[in-house]
Protein backbone atom coordinates (compact mmCIF):
# COMPACT_ATOMS: atom_id res chain seq x y z
CA UNK A 1 0.00 0.00 0.00
CA UNK A 2 1.57 3.09 -1.19
CA UNK A 3 1.96 5.61 1.64
CA UNK A 4 0.71 9.35 2.08
CA UNK A 5 2.64 12.08 1.83
CA UNK A 6 1.92 14.16 4.86
CA UNK A 7 4.38 16.83 4.15
CA UNK A 8 3.21 17.43 0.83
CA UNK A 9 -0.55 17.76 2.22
CA UNK A 10 0.46 19.71 5.43
CA UNK A 11 2.13 22.04 2.87
CA UNK A 12 -1.03 22.00 1.10
CA UNK A 13 -3.56 22.72 3.63
CA UNK A 14 -0.72 25.54 4.64
CA UNK A 15 -0.93 27.21 1.17
CA UNK A 16 -4.15 26.99 0.92
CA UNK A 17 -4.18 28.84 4.13
CA UNK A 18 -2.55 31.39 2.94
CA UNK A 19 -4.61 31.56 -0.47
CA UNK A 20 -7.77 31.80 1.49
CA UNK A 21 -6.76 34.15 3.92
CA UNK A 22 -5.99 36.57 1.21
CA UNK A 23 -9.10 36.08 -0.86
CA UNK A 24 -11.41 36.32 1.82
CA UNK A 25 -9.90 38.45 4.63
CA UNK A 26 -8.15 40.96 2.67
CA UNK A 27 -9.35 41.15 -1.34
CA UNK A 28 -13.39 40.41 -0.79
CA UNK A 29 -13.43 42.97 2.01
CA UNK A 30 -11.33 45.15 0.07
CA UNK A 31 -13.32 44.64 -3.26
CA UNK A 32 -10.10 44.19 -5.22
CA UNK A 33 -10.86 42.50 -8.76
CA UNK A 34 -8.83 39.29 -8.22
CA UNK A 35 -7.28 36.71 -10.63
CA UNK A 36 -7.78 33.12 -12.12
CA UNK A 37 -11.49 31.18 -11.00
CA UNK A 38 -10.72 33.15 -7.51
CA UNK A 39 -11.45 36.26 -9.72
CA UNK A 40 -14.41 35.02 -11.35
CA UNK A 41 -16.10 33.77 -7.88
CA UNK A 42 -15.34 37.17 -6.59
CA UNK A 43 -17.26 38.76 -8.91
CA UNK A 44 -20.31 36.29 -9.15
CA UNK A 45 -20.13 36.62 -4.83
CA UNK A 46 -20.08 40.57 -5.03
CA UNK A 47 -22.93 40.15 -8.00
CA UNK A 48 -25.19 37.17 -7.19
CA UNK A 49 -24.03 36.58 -3.44
CA UNK A 50 -22.66 32.98 -4.29
CA UNK A 51 -20.64 31.08 -2.22
CA UNK A 52 -16.77 31.99 -2.94
CA UNK A 53 -16.28 28.14 -2.48
CA UNK A 54 -18.93 26.06 -4.08
CA UNK A 55 -18.57 28.47 -7.25
CA UNK A 56 -14.57 27.49 -7.44
CA UNK A 57 -15.96 23.70 -7.63
CA UNK A 58 -18.08 24.43 -10.05
CA UNK A 59 -16.29 26.43 -12.50
CA UNK A 60 -13.30 23.44 -11.88
CA UNK A 61 -15.25 20.94 -13.22
CA UNK A 62 -15.09 21.24 -16.60
CA UNK A 63 -11.90 22.67 -16.83
CA UNK A 64 -9.96 19.57 -15.26
CA UNK A 65 -11.81 17.27 -17.00
CA UNK A 66 -10.21 19.08 -20.13
CA UNK A 67 -6.55 19.25 -18.33
CA UNK A 68 -6.91 15.56 -17.48
CA UNK A 69 -5.05 13.56 -20.31
CA UNK A 70 -2.36 16.88 -20.21
CA UNK A 71 -1.66 17.04 -16.94
CA UNK A 72 -1.82 13.13 -15.70
CA UNK A 73 -3.71 11.66 -13.10
CA UNK A 74 -1.24 11.94 -10.05
CA UNK A 75 -1.65 15.26 -11.00
CA UNK A 76 -5.06 15.64 -11.46
CA UNK A 77 -5.73 14.41 -8.44
CA UNK A 78 -3.68 16.04 -5.89
CA UNK A 79 -5.17 19.12 -7.41
CA UNK A 80 -8.71 17.94 -6.52
CA UNK A 81 -8.04 17.29 -3.16
CA UNK A 82 -6.06 20.33 -2.95
CA UNK A 83 -9.49 22.19 -4.25
CA UNK A 84 -11.48 20.57 -1.71
CA UNK A 85 -9.23 21.92 0.76
CA UNK A 86 -8.85 25.56 -0.57
CA UNK A 87 -12.66 25.52 -0.67
CA UNK A 88 -13.36 23.92 3.16
CA UNK A 89 -10.64 26.40 4.19
CA UNK A 90 -12.51 29.79 2.73
CA UNK A 91 -16.01 29.08 3.15
CA UNK A 92 -15.49 27.14 6.86
CA UNK A 93 -12.20 27.85 8.68
CA UNK A 94 -10.90 31.76 7.47
CA UNK A 95 -14.64 33.23 8.23
CA UNK A 96 -13.53 32.79 11.62
CA UNK A 97 -10.42 34.89 11.48
CA UNK A 98 -10.68 38.91 11.38
CA UNK A 99 -11.33 41.02 8.63
CA UNK A 100 -8.78 43.41 7.62
CA UNK A 101 -10.70 46.51 7.12
CA UNK A 102 -7.76 49.37 7.03
CA UNK A 103 -6.06 51.04 3.67
CA UNK A 104 -6.55 49.25 0.37
CA UNK A 105 -2.79 49.58 -0.60
CA UNK A 106 -1.93 47.48 2.59
CA UNK A 107 -4.71 44.84 1.99
CA UNK A 108 -3.19 45.01 -1.92
CA UNK A 109 0.20 44.36 -0.75
CA UNK A 110 -1.17 41.22 2.28
CA UNK A 111 -3.04 40.16 -0.54
CA UNK A 112 -0.08 39.79 -2.93
CA UNK A 113 2.20 38.48 -0.67
CA UNK A 114 0.18 35.68 1.26
CA UNK A 115 -1.33 34.33 -2.21
CA UNK A 116 2.29 34.41 -4.14
CA UNK A 117 3.46 31.84 -0.99
CA UNK A 118 0.68 30.15 -0.94
CA UNK A 119 0.75 29.27 -4.29
CA UNK A 120 4.29 28.59 -4.64
CA UNK A 121 3.98 26.06 -1.75
CA UNK A 122 1.38 24.10 -3.70
CA UNK A 123 3.45 24.45 -7.08
CA UNK A 124 6.34 22.94 -5.03
CA UNK A 125 4.39 19.77 -4.32
CA UNK A 126 3.44 19.19 -7.85
CA UNK A 127 -0.41 19.59 -7.05
CA UNK A 128 -3.12 23.28 -7.74
CA UNK A 129 -5.89 25.18 -6.55
CA UNK A 130 -7.70 23.72 -9.98
CA UNK A 131 -9.30 26.61 -12.53
CA UNK A 132 -6.84 29.11 -13.83
CA UNK A 133 -3.97 26.71 -12.53
CA UNK A 134 -4.89 23.65 -14.38
CA UNK A 135 -4.58 25.97 -17.76
CA UNK A 136 -1.45 27.31 -16.04
CA UNK A 137 0.29 23.92 -15.52
CA UNK A 138 -0.69 23.05 -19.11
CA UNK A 139 1.17 25.64 -20.79
CA UNK A 140 3.73 25.28 -18.55
CA UNK A 141 3.45 21.39 -19.29
CA UNK A 142 3.92 22.84 -23.36
CA UNK A 143 6.14 25.52 -22.93
CA UNK A 144 8.86 24.47 -19.95
CA UNK A 145 10.93 27.35 -20.29
CA UNK A 146 8.47 29.98 -19.67
CA UNK A 147 8.39 30.73 -16.07
CA UNK A 148 4.78 30.04 -13.98
CA UNK A 149 4.57 33.35 -12.52
CA UNK A 150 4.75 34.94 -15.80
CA UNK A 151 2.66 32.40 -17.30
CA UNK A 152 0.04 33.33 -13.92
CA UNK A 153 0.12 36.81 -15.00
CA UNK A 154 -0.78 37.18 -18.39
CA UNK A 155 -3.68 35.12 -17.69
CA UNK A 156 -4.96 37.55 -14.85
CA UNK A 157 -4.65 40.50 -16.68
CA UNK A 158 -8.20 39.90 -19.02
CA UNK A 159 -9.90 38.96 -15.59
CA UNK A 160 -9.03 41.87 -13.85
CA UNK A 161 -9.98 44.20 -16.49
CA UNK A 162 -12.92 42.95 -16.65
CA UNK A 163 -13.48 43.25 -13.11
CA UNK A 164 -12.46 46.74 -12.73
CA UNK A 165 -14.45 47.21 -15.92
CA UNK A 166 -17.64 45.58 -14.47
CA UNK A 167 -17.42 47.33 -11.31
CA UNK A 168 -16.80 50.70 -12.44
CA UNK A 169 -13.74 50.82 -10.43
CA UNK A 170 -10.14 52.05 -11.83
CA UNK A 171 -8.18 51.61 -8.68
CA UNK A 172 -9.20 48.24 -8.61
CA UNK A 173 -7.75 47.58 -11.79
CA UNK A 174 -4.37 48.91 -10.48
CA UNK A 175 -4.51 47.32 -7.13
CA UNK A 176 -5.51 44.34 -9.58
CA UNK A 177 -2.27 44.49 -11.24
CA UNK A 178 -0.22 44.98 -8.38
CA UNK A 179 -1.51 42.29 -6.49
CA UNK A 180 -0.98 39.86 -9.04
CA UNK A 181 2.63 41.23 -10.16
CA UNK A 182 3.66 40.52 -6.39
CA UNK A 183 2.22 37.31 -6.14
CA UNK A 184 3.71 36.45 -9.60
CA UNK A 185 6.71 37.69 -8.85
CA UNK A 186 7.23 35.38 -5.69
CA UNK A 187 6.09 32.54 -7.39
CA UNK A 188 8.90 32.85 -9.54
CA UNK A 189 11.06 33.35 -6.78
CA UNK A 190 10.23 30.51 -4.56
CA UNK A 191 10.38 28.03 -7.70
CA UNK A 192 13.54 29.20 -8.53
CA UNK A 193 15.02 28.65 -4.79
CA UNK A 194 13.23 25.33 -4.52
CA UNK A 195 15.88 24.20 -7.40
CA UNK A 196 19.02 26.73 -6.40
CA UNK A 197 21.61 24.81 -5.64
CA UNK A 198 25.71 25.14 -5.47
CA UNK A 199 28.18 23.47 -7.67
CA UNK A 200 31.48 23.01 -5.91
CA UNK A 201 34.53 22.53 -8.33
CA UNK A 202 37.27 21.15 -5.74
CA UNK A 203 40.86 21.14 -7.54
CA UNK A 204 43.17 17.89 -5.25
CA UNK A 205 45.40 15.20 -5.87
CA UNK A 206 43.02 12.90 -3.55
CA UNK A 207 40.21 12.75 -5.63
CA UNK A 208 38.57 9.40 -5.33
CA UNK A 209 39.11 9.33 -1.98
CA UNK A 210 37.28 13.05 -1.34
CA UNK A 211 34.30 11.79 -3.83
CA UNK A 212 33.99 9.03 -1.29
CA UNK A 213 33.79 10.64 1.13
CA UNK A 214 31.69 13.58 -0.32
CA UNK A 215 28.49 10.48 -1.06
CA UNK A 216 29.17 8.97 2.32
CA UNK A 217 29.33 12.54 4.26
CA UNK A 218 28.23 15.73 2.84
CA UNK A 219 26.34 15.29 -0.20
CA UNK A 220 22.87 13.39 -1.77
CA UNK A 221 24.00 14.52 -5.39
CA UNK A 222 27.30 12.57 -5.85
CA UNK A 223 29.81 13.93 -7.75
CA UNK A 224 31.77 13.31 -10.80
CA UNK A 225 35.66 13.16 -11.43
CA UNK A 226 37.97 14.74 -13.76
CA UNK A 227 41.75 14.24 -14.81
CA UNK A 228 43.96 17.47 -14.88
CA UNK A 229 47.36 18.58 -15.12
CA UNK A 230 48.88 21.39 -13.30
CA UNK A 231 49.88 24.81 -16.03
CA UNK A 232 53.39 24.67 -14.94
CA UNK A 233 54.15 21.25 -13.59
CA UNK A 234 52.79 19.12 -16.62
CA UNK A 235 53.48 16.16 -14.77
CA UNK A 236 51.85 16.97 -11.85
CA UNK A 237 48.81 15.15 -12.20
CA UNK A 238 45.99 16.76 -10.67
CA UNK A 239 41.56 15.71 -10.42
CA UNK A 240 38.67 18.22 -10.58
CA UNK A 241 35.81 16.97 -8.56
CA UNK A 242 32.30 18.55 -9.42
CA UNK A 243 29.94 18.18 -7.10
CA UNK A 244 26.24 19.75 -6.38
CA UNK A 245 24.53 20.08 -3.43
CA UNK A 246 22.19 22.42 -1.58
CA UNK A 247 23.34 25.44 0.01
CA UNK A 248 23.08 24.25 3.88
CA UNK A 249 25.47 21.20 2.83
CA UNK A 250 28.35 23.66 1.64
CA UNK A 251 29.88 23.84 5.16
CA UNK A 252 30.13 20.52 5.67
CA UNK A 253 31.41 19.60 1.93
CA UNK A 254 34.39 22.18 2.49
CA UNK A 255 34.76 20.57 6.19
CA UNK A 256 34.88 17.27 4.93
CA UNK A 257 37.75 18.29 2.20
CA UNK A 258 39.84 20.19 3.78
CA UNK A 259 40.61 17.75 6.27
CA UNK A 260 41.24 15.31 3.58
CA UNK A 261 43.78 17.30 1.21
CA UNK A 262 44.01 20.80 3.37
CA UNK A 263 46.17 22.08 0.09
CA UNK A 264 43.12 21.76 -2.14
CA UNK A 265 41.48 24.36 -3.98
CA UNK A 266 37.52 24.75 -3.79
CA UNK A 267 35.71 26.83 -6.11
CA UNK A 268 31.57 27.32 -5.47
CA UNK A 269 29.14 28.38 -8.03
CA UNK A 270 25.53 29.01 -8.84
CA UNK A 271 23.22 26.07 -10.24
CA UNK A 272 20.43 25.39 -10.70
CA UNK A 273 19.41 21.18 -10.44
CA UNK A 274 16.64 20.20 -12.90
Known amino acids: MKKLDYKGIILEILGSALISISLYNFAA ?6 TGFSGISLILY ?11 VILNIPVALISYRLLGKKFFWRSIRCIIISSAMIDIIVPMLPVYRGERILAAICTGILSGIGYALIYMQNSSTGGADFIIM ?3 AILPHVELGSIAFLI ?5 LV ?10 IIYGIMISYISCYIINKAMLYANASKLALIVTKKGELISANIIKNSSHWGS ?6 GEHKQNDKEEIILCACKERQI ?3 KKTIKE ?6 IIILDSLIQ
Not at 46 to 53: A, D, E, K, T, V
Not at 163 to 172: A, E, R
Not at 224 to 229: C, D, G, L, Q, S
Open 29 to 34: QAKFPM
Open 46 to 56: RLFRISLGIST
Open 138 to 140: SIK
Open 156 to 160: SIGII
Open 163 to 172: SGILFHDVDG
Open 224 to 229: AIIKAF
Open 251 to 253: HQL
Open 260 to 265: IDPFSL
